[in-house]
């Protein structure tokens, strides 16, 4: 009996104690699964909380909303009729650059061949400035090879100023850009000072709003002049090589009437 007693009071116990054990386990588990679901559902709550990076279009058109719908409007306007502008300029000049060694053989050898009319023939098949200066020298060549010769510098200017058109305007934009800029730099600081006096007290918060929108508009407008001054610095640099190639084209032509007039 004694025996029977003692098993059941140790199978009691190990019952009691295994029950205990996992019991403890049990919260143990309950208090991890709590833990984790609340460390995601935190983070959950920062990543949707937290801002994405914005790229730089958005924050270029969050600092130009920032910098005031006057000014900066009409920063943007410089930088959309320059660009407009050179593009087109850009567009006409390489359009109208020619291989003049290939032209000047080509209207040589049609000349040797066929005489003027051939070589003006040439000419009107070829595009650009040079083949319409040598087209003006060879309508005068039946004259004399001074009047060729007027002819070639006469229409040489006017070619020029075709090249010309429109670079000036350019040159504008670029200058007007900055100094709009400027200027909204002085009226934002205008409106810091004016807000200073009004509150009677130097606070930063202030003026802030104010040098901030002049710091702006200022920056634009350097950013404006600066593309506008490479693409105009192309164009001189294109102009000027079209112009040296209508000016030895020139010479090239009137070395080609003066030995087609003593062949003659």
């Known amino acids: 009996m004694k025996k029977l007693f003692s098993i059941m009071a140790i199978a009691a116990l190990v019952f009691a104690g295994s029950f205990n054990a996992n019991a403890t386990v049990a919260q143990t588990a309950s208090t991890t699964l709590v833990t984790a679901a609340t460390v995601t559902i935190i983070q959950d709550e920062e990543a949707s909380s937290g801002e994405e990076p914005q790229g730089w279009h958005q924050n270029l058109k969050q600092r130009f909303i920032e910098g005031g719908p006057g000014f900066m409007g009409i920063v943007l306007l410089c930088l959309i009729l320059g660009l407009a502008i050179a593009i087109e300029r850009i567009i006409y000049l390489n359009l109208s650059t020619t291989n003049t060694q290939k032209l000047a053989q080509n209207v040589e050898d049609a000349l040797n061949s066929g005489g003027i009319d051939a ?3 040439v000419c009107r098949n070829t595009k650009g400035p040079v083949a319409s200066i040598y087209y003006q020298g060879l309508d005068r060549a039946d004259e004399s090879i001074d009047a060729a010769e007027k002819a070639v510098i006469a229409y ?7 090249l010309e058109k429109n670079v000036s305007w350019i040159s504008l934009f670029i200058a007007l850009a900055p100094m709009l800029g400027f200027m ?11 807000k200073i006096e009004a509150a009677g007290d130097m606070n930063p918060s202030l003026v ?11 920056v634009f407008g350097l950013i404006v002049a600066i593309i506008l001054q490479i693409f105009y610095n192309y164009i001189i640099a294109k102009i000027d090589s079209i112009v040296n190639s209508m000016e030895d084209a020139s010479i090239t032509l009137i070395d080609m009437l003066v030995d087609y007039k003593n062949k003659r």
């Open 119 to 121: 070589a003006k023939e």
């Open 156 to 162: 040489g200017g006017v070619q020029m100023g075709q």
């Open 184 to 194: 909204g730099t002085v009226i934002g600081m205008i409106l810091a000072f004016d």
């Open 208 to 218: 802030a709003g104010g040098i901030k929108v002049a710091l702006l508009t200022t």
